[in-house]
């Protein structure tokens, strides 16, 4: 049984270009969470998708965005990036309200 | 809004001793859900005890057990008979209980590096 796959790694990108980062949910489960975290930081919720729709957001600008496929897959967009914006992209599954299965996740550099 | 502390950015403990991280948290809920995940340098989160609030008996999971006090709203875990293995972050996370299908945001804390001295 396949967990959580993320990708790409590892990517590095210049300053105001636009990133899409990749995500595939545990078998079984129809709820993607995306976070970000900064180096020495606990994960922040950027945010979540179900039945294909934005569920809830964090405090992140619309820079971020996102999509979830009928097939339950995720996709995370970030345009305009900044030196900010460098940081361990997660990715989290779950199904009915249970707990989230986190991806090894996607590490962002931007120079 | 929610808020997650974890006070202890670094904690060691010698092979075989036991070992208890701290968390606090702030909320105006009274029904929620606590969870420790762990991160080894692998990067991958991984779920090592979950706690329901409303269930005044502490979870327990093998090694790992938890002290759970509402009213001073803490959320200790305490790892016994430390492993090589058990070298990670740990993080303290919450939840609420009022999430349905597809509001289920975590709030982390700034987590806990523990250090196994062989």
């Known amino acids: 049984d396949a967990g959580v796959t993320q990708s790409p790694t590892h990517l590095i990108k210049t300053r105001g270009q636009q990133v899409t980062l990749r995500c595939s949910p545990k078998?079984?489960?129809?709820?993607v969470s995306w976070y970000q975290q900064a180096l020495g930081q606990g994960p922040q919720f950027i945010f979540q998708?179900?039945?294909?729709?934005?569920?809830q957001r964090g405090n992140f600008p619309d820079r971020f965005s996102g999509h979830q496929f009928p097939n339950y897959s995720s996709e995370l967009n970030v345009n305009a990036l900044l030196l900010g914006d460098s940081a361990l992209y997660l990715c989290a599954s779950s199904f009915a309200g249970y707990e989230q299965y986190f991806g090894p996740g996607t590490r962002l550099t931007v120079t | 809004a929610q808020t997650v502390t974890q006070s202890q950015p670094e904690m060691s403990v010698q092979e075989a001793e036991t070992v208890t991280l701290s968390c606090t948290y702030d909320?105006?809920?009274?029904?929620?859900?606590l969870f420790w995940y762990k991160q080894p340098p692998s990067r991958q989160m991984i779920l090592v005890i979950r706690q329901e609030a409303y269930k005044q008996q502490n979870a327990t999971e093998n090694r790992f057990s938890v002290n759970f006090q509402k009213a001073a709203k803490s959320f200790s875990l305490k790892i016994s008979d430390s492993q090589l293995g058990d070298a990670a972050m740990y993080f303290c996370a919450y939840r609420s209980s009022l999430s349905n299908f597809g509001n289920e945001k975590l709030t982390f804390g700034t987590g806990t590096r523990l250090t196994i001295i062989p």
């Open positions: 909320t105006s809920e009274s029904d929620y859900y």
């Open positions: 998708y179900y039945e294909e729709e934005e569920r």
């Open positions: 078998s079984g489960h129809d709820t």
